[in-house]
């Protein structure tokens, strides 16, 4: 979930976990009314260790508890999830793989940083893929899809109503990636996700911006209609433009930070 959260230190010092907690990755996980445990076991079996770890460690990224540039200790993380050194490691590899951590011979394991021209050329790289899923999509969707996507914009719809942003961020990734989905082609999803990844913090600070969520909204309700209608250029077209609209937002989110950061910089000086 994408909740505030008090951020552990850079070498992530933090009070060890009994165990790692595979709650926190699926619904499944949690034990059933009775007791008998017979989701976690079900988790366990189907899921290696590594790839618990990998989640864990993903879900503190995106939610922001690990904060970009901070480096993971692999035997603190250990520590603190209850596990051994070896799941850690196989899980970092694959946060690499995913575009969320980079690994840096003789130094370690950070959290990735990503500046603005780099995030500039993923949403690019993203609208291009974007008005190639509306077109696929349009083409391909069954009626079921179509109703599952409405949903999810509904869903989006009431999160705003009610102001809350860490919900409509939440549905908004899951309407996006259910879009790619819906192509059949792993390739792209793959390629979507890294994309996805490496873009969140931006891509959050640019819909916390005043008016960004209704803008946002209303654009999710033309691509599912243009979809609908069959209309493919259409969709791809809206896709598209709405890829764009996020990295504009998150231009101007840049821009209006900037004031606040000199006069911190300032500050810091002057306390020198």
Known sequence: ??????????????????ALRTAAPSPAARPSPNGNGVH???????NSLP?????????????????AGAKLNEATIADLLGVSRGPVREAFRALEE????RLEKNRGVFVRQIDVKEADEIYE????????????????????????????????????????????????LA?????????????LLFTYRRLINELHLYRRTALGQAG????????????VEKIAARQSAAAGRALFEHVI???????????????????????RGGDA
Do not use: C, W
């Open 175 to 187: 309407f996006h990636d259910r879009l790619v989905q819906l192509t059949g082609n792993a390739k």
């Open 212 to 223: 960004a969520v209704p803008v946002s909204s209303h654009q999710h309700h033309d691509i």
């Open 125 to 172: 790289v993203r609208a291009v893929l974007d008005d190639f899923v509306g077109r696929r999509v349009a083409q391909t969707a069954k009626e079921s899809d179509i109703r599952e996507l409405r949903s999810l914009v509904e869903r989006m719809d009431k999160a705003a109503a009610k102001n809350d942003l860490d919900t409509y961020y939440e549905v908004n």
């Open 245 to 267: 609209g996020s990295r504009e937002r998150m231009h101007q989110a840049t821009t209006a930070d900037r004031p606040a950061r000199r006069r911190r910089k300032r500050r």
């Open 98 to 101: 995913s575009g969320l951590v």
């Open 1 to 18: 979930m994408l909740k505030p959260a008090t951020r552990p230190s850079a070498r992530l010092v933090s009070t060890p976990a009994p």
């Open 40 to 46: 976690t076991i079900r988790v366990l079996q189907s």
């Open 51 to 67: 790839t618990l770890v990998q989640r864990e460690l993903e879900r503190m990224i995106l939610a922001g508890d690990l904060p």
